[in-house]
């Protein structure tokens, strides 16, 4: 007869990570048998729906993948290593959790009418958010958000500003709450490898607006939100979050960039909840800077790489057009049955056939599957990996109060000499290293010292060592 522990937990292999665990769904036999709560769902049942398997046809670097030939990643396997990650910190922040939950029930704070969590349930609940932070993603990730969801106002929220636009993080929350909530609110435990750690306590499920509010962003403030959640909330959303801890290691390896350490479990263990929120004792302050350093160097050495960069343009001209052509011009929020079928594989199929003339007319019409002869063009200059843009001038600039726009732009075009009869584009990328905390203004985190005291300090006094922002700025000369 088997194990219990072996029949409830499968164990995926992981090059990041080592191994993952994801919970089985287990019958009711089973579930007697190792002494767990009948459930009616486990995390399988989530990763085998259509949205989570989705993202395997969704890239996790939309165009840098023609740049770097082993970065053929995706969204799924990143999903899977942001839960595990989720599911790390969940285990390591409880016991201060618990701790600052009963300081403040017993002095009949705003926490006092919410019941303390099992732990099980806390690490459940940051899992389930990790694996699905991202499943509201498009073709091309971001670049879908940038070129096609900006164009939908985002649902109404009192704590946002009314002017903000669709982003994957919506669809994300609204995948959450209508086609998954059912599957979320069967899930009975955590993987633990003390069956009796790994069940919730009676009553308790994980409630799919937590997960939702979890994942939105920019994150959303809710009142409503049982305390503990809005705590756990920076995991997603601030200094250093579940996702980059994954995805900054997972991009490196696959790129095959070596991009320097990144020391994940010395941050989780000098991390605790504090009664002012997630704080991090001063002694792990040199992983905190050893991570945000290698980020960045990511972002200088594959994110703004020049051919990147250059296919980037291309795709700017193809692609809301492209999109529209395979999905018509509704708000991606309100057909959710179509946005399942609409992937990078279904997107490279039909960009593939254009390229060879196929699918082409003058004049299409969003929806009837055609683009113009312009785009099948660049299309096919895209799919051969042969930009119709190369680099002609370029300056990078670091800078801790910031780079005016104006004054790259102006040095670049200074630099290109007679410019007469070319076709020019100028492109400015920038990446900030300073992380944000949604909690504290910006640019602060919670830093303990080492005599107990607390202290909201500004980041740019605590990383001198760090440029605080990076600016490529590069001008591209049209050649095909």
């Avoid at 051969?384 to 790259?408: C, F, K, Q, T």
């Avoid at 300073?434 to 500004?458: C, E, H, M, V």
Wanted: avoid cysteine.
């Amino acid at each position: 007869m088997a194990h219990p522990r072996f029949e409830a937990v499968n164990l995926i292999s992981d090059p990041i990570h080592g191994y993952i665990e994801l919970t089985k769904r287990l019958t009711p036999e089973q579930s007697a048998r190792a002494r767990l709560p009948v459930e009616s769902a486990a995390e399988e049942d989530l990763l085998d729906t259509q949205w989570l398997q989705r993202l395997r046809r969704i890239s996790q670097l939309q165009a840098a993948r023609w740049v770097f030939p082993t970065a053929e990643h995706s969204r799924f396997v990143h999903g899977l290593g942001v839960m595990h990650e989720a599911g790390l910190w969940g285990r390591a922040l409880y016991p201060s959790l618990r701790e600052a939950l009963a300081a403040d029930t017993l002095a009949e704070g705003e926490a006092s009418e919410h019941a303390i969590p099992s732990e099980a349930l806390v690490v459940e609940t940051l899992r389930v958010a990790g694996l699905l932070h991202d499943v509201g993603h498009g073709p091309f990730a971001h670049f879908f958000d940038e070129h096609v969801l900006v164009r939908y106002p985002a649902p109404a929220h009192p704590s946002r500003d009314p002017a903000k636009r669709l982003s994957h993080e919506d669809l994300s929350q609204a995948i959450v709450e209508r086609e998954l909530a059912e599957l979320i609110g069967g899930l009975r435990r955590a993987p633990a490898d003390d069956l009796e750690r790994a069940a919730f306590a009676d009553g308790e499920a994980v409630a799919p607006r937590w997960v939702s509010f979890l994942v939105s962003k920019p994150p959303i403030a809710d009142r409503a939100m049982p305390l503990w959640v809005r705590r756990l909330q920076p995991l997603f959303s601030g200094v250093f979050t579940v996702d980059n801890l994954d995805y900054v290691r997972r991009d490196a390896f696959m790129t095959g960039v070596a991009s320097g350490p990144v020391d994940a479990e010395r941050l989780r263990r000098y991390s605790f909840m504090s009664e002012r929120g997630l704080a991090l004792h001063e002694a792990g302050l040199g992983a905190l800077e050893m991570f945000l350093t290698a980020r960045l160097f990511l972002y200088n050495t594959i994110y703004f790489h020049r051919t990147v960069r250059a296919i980037d343009l291309d795709l700017e001209e193809v692609f809301a057009t492209s999109i529209g052509a395979l999905f018509g011009t509704g708000d991606p929020l309100e057909q959710l049955p179509a946005y399942a079928d609409l992937d990078e594989y279904a997107l490279l199929h039909q960009a593939a056939r254009w390229a060879r003339g196929e699918e082409v007319a003058e004049s299409p019409v969003p929806g009837d599957g055609r683009v113009t002869p312009r785009l099948a063009q660049l299309w096919r200059g895209i799919l051969l990996r042969r930009p119709s843009w190369r680099v002609v001038r370029e300056v990078r600039r670091d800078s801790r109060g910031g780079v005016p726009r104006e004054a790259i732009e102006a040095e670049l075009l200074a630099g290109l000499g007679e410019s007469a009869g070319r076709e020019i584009r100028l492109d400015l990328a920038e990446a900030d290293a300073r992380p944000q905390n949604p909690t504290l203004p910006a640019g602060q985190l919670i830093i303990a010292r080492r005599d107990g005291s607390l202290d909201a300090a500004p980041l740019g006094q605590l990383l001198e060592r760090l440029p605080a922002v990076v600016v490529v700025g590069r001008a591209y000369e049209r050649v095909g």
